[in-house]
């Protein structure tokens, strides 16, 4: 059994110390709303789909500035032998810092921001930095 976040994060990874401008991963919904945060957030340039019905996969564009990558660390928190969880009222502690996190939670997969915001807690998956 294989962990694909564990494979999404070093697939990531790799590609920066590669110094890559695009990445592809193996479709999943789960994978591609991850993505979509990291997106958002500015730690990818660009996510896109492509392919056909069984051999969709993630294209991720990969952000430079000033020759150095965008995204400096990324950590996968909640492992298959290991899940993590976080109430809302724990969230609002982790808050403080200059790193953020990927939560899963009941309504889909968000900044942990927007969590506690929501007053949601759930499923701590990625810290990325």
């Keep these: 059994m294989t962990d694909s976040i564990s494979q999404l994060v070093s697939t990531i990874?790799?590609?920066?110390?590669?110094?890559?401008n695009q990445v592809f991963?193996?479709?999943?919904?789960?994978?591609?709303?991850?993505?979509?945060?990291?997106?958002?957030?500015?730690?990818?340039?660009?996510?896109e789909i492509e392919g056909e019905k069984q051999k969709k996969q993630l294209v991720c564009f990969l952000g430079y500035k000033?020759?150095?990558?965008?995204?400096?660390?990324?950590?996968?928190?909640?492992?298959?032998?290991?899940?993590?969880?976080q109430t809302a009222k724990k969230g609002k502690n982790f808050l403080k810092g200059l790193k953020i996190r990927i939560v899963s939670t009941p309504q889909g997969v968000m900044k942990e921001s927007e969590a506690v915001k929501k007053n949601l807690g759930g499923e701590v998956i990625l810290e990325v930095y």
């Design 13 to 20: 990874k790799n590609g920066y110390l590669a110094r890559k």
């Design 25 to 47: 991963i193996p479709y999943s919904k789960f994978k591609e709303k991850i993505l979509s945060v990291l997106e958002k957030e500015g730690f990818l340039e660009k996510v």
């Design 66 to 85: 000033d020759k150095k990558p965008i995204l400096t660390e990324i950590k996968v928190i909640s492992k298959p032998g290991l899940r993590v969880y």
